[in-house]
């Protein structure tokens, strides 16, 4: 049975999990999520993940969310000993740290200030560019210390899906990250080296670029968590 990814067309960690997929080479069917008509909302889909959030893998009724889980899964499971996740302790350690990274503070970071405010009822503060600028500092010393031409190695890995999904966000946006030469390199390479890689990521800055400039209506959303922005008739 083909593996399925239930995923939406602009989320980072979707665009993430698509990308091992293709650059492993691993077959898969590709399930869109409607979040604006609340498909993650429902009963049906909390079956497979309570926590509603996306994407979710289906590995022949394995149900697997968490986009940093299901990166590691299919690499151990489809694709053991590729280079995408080395399988020396360290090297590995390193891969599973710009995970952590991305997922406890990068995307975090990033995505409060690029995406939570075209989607729901958030404001672009001070506050919110201050943490931006502390992440993206936080990734240029890594790169800096590490000297390696990706995020975790000399070569691809998965640590550089979701860090590019994130950087990309900010693109979206025109926010200038230049003066940070490690990641504007490491950004920008990635775009030349991975062309087929980088049309995933590409295709959902643009869709992210028109949500920017024609701010959703998700007033029947009912969000569990965000704060749903009011439609001005």
């Known amino acids: 049975m083909v593996l399925k990814l239930y995923a939406v067309s602009d989320g980072p960690p979707s665009l993430s999990v698509r990308q091992a997929l293709v650059a492993l080479e691993v077959p898969f069917e590709l399930i869109n999520v409607d979040f604006g008509a609340g498909e993650h909302m429902t009963s049906d889909y909390a079956l497979m993940n309570p926590q509603k959030e996306i994407p979710v893998l289906d590995d022949d009724g394995f149900y697997l969310s ?5 990166l590691q899964y299919i690499c151990d499971k489809y694709r053991p000993g590729s280079p995408l996740y080395p399988q020396d302790p360290k090297s590995r350690a390193i891969v599973n740290h710009r995970l952590c990274f991305n997922l406890a503070s990068y995307y975090a970071n990033i995505s409060a200030y690029t995406m939570a405010p075209i989607f ?22 890594y790169l800096t210390r590490t000297n390696t031409s990706y995020a975790a190695a000399n070569h691809l890995t998965i640590a550089d899906f979701p860090l590019i999904n994130s950087t990309m966000t900010l693109e979206a946006i025109d926010f200038d990250f230049s003066k940070y030469t490690k990641i504007h390199k490491w950004y920008n390479d990635f775009k030349v080296k991975y062309p087929d890689l980088w049309k995933i990521s590409e295709s959902a800055m643009k869709e992210i670029q028109h949500f920017a400039a024609n701010p959703p209506d998700l007033t029947h959303l009912n969000h569990p968590i965000h704060p749903i922005r009011k439609i001005k008739n």
Request: aromatic letters at 8%; proline letters at 4%; a negative charge.
């Open 66 to 70: 968490e986009s940093n889980a299901i």
């Open 120 to 141: 729901f009822d958030y404001e672009r503060t001070p506050l919110g560019l201050k943490k931006v600028h502390i992440s993206l500092d936080v990734l240029e010393t």
